[in-house]
């Protein structure tokens, strides 16, 4: 499954973003806010969705800066957040570190920017190289450490 949030600072792109995942097909739940709140935090939202993440599935956070939204997610064991803001991160991000979680940012992003780095994000595969599966149990194994 594929999981989106946003604070106010994001919910604009969010919303957005929900539009091009319609035209395209792709399911996705939105774990909120569901209306702008100019009071709202984003360790709601990012908690929240990271928490929801499981086996395969995939979220989508936005907040102003992507920072936020980023720290958050990865206080969540089984969860490597990544802050995006070009297409070779993107790719990298799954590629090599197998990423589940795309935080970007409200404020520095255009949608057609964003876009991009979500079509990006989402049709990079992980590769199953043995030394980036080798990094992934190191982080896996530090998780067992908290």
Do not use: Q
């Not at 990298?92 to 079509?119: M, P, Q, T, Y």
Request: glycine share 8%; proline share 1%; with cysteine.
């Amino acid at each position: 499954m594929l999981y989106i949030g946003s604070d106010h600072a994001g919910f604009r792109l969010k919303e957005k973003l929900k539009e091009y995942l319609k035209k395209k097909k792709i399911k996705f739940i939105d774990i909120g806010n569901k209306h702008y709140d100019p009071e709202d935090d984003y360790p709601d939202f990012g908690y929240k969705l990271a928490k929801k993440i499981k086996g395969n599935d995939k979220g989508i956070l936005v907040c102003g800066s992507s920072f936020g939204v980023c720290i958050v997610a990865n206080k969540v064991k089984g969860i490597r957040a990544v802050s995006i803001h070009n297409l070779r991160e993107a790719e990298f991000s799954r590629l090599h570190n197998d990423a589940n979680v795309i935080c970007l940012s409200g404020w520095h992003l255009s949608f057609g920017h964003a876009k991009k780095l979500l079509e990006k994000w989402l049709n990079t595969k992980f590769t199953d190289k043995t030394r980036h599966l080798r990094r992934i149990n190191k982080i896996r194994k530090i998780e067992k450490c908290k």
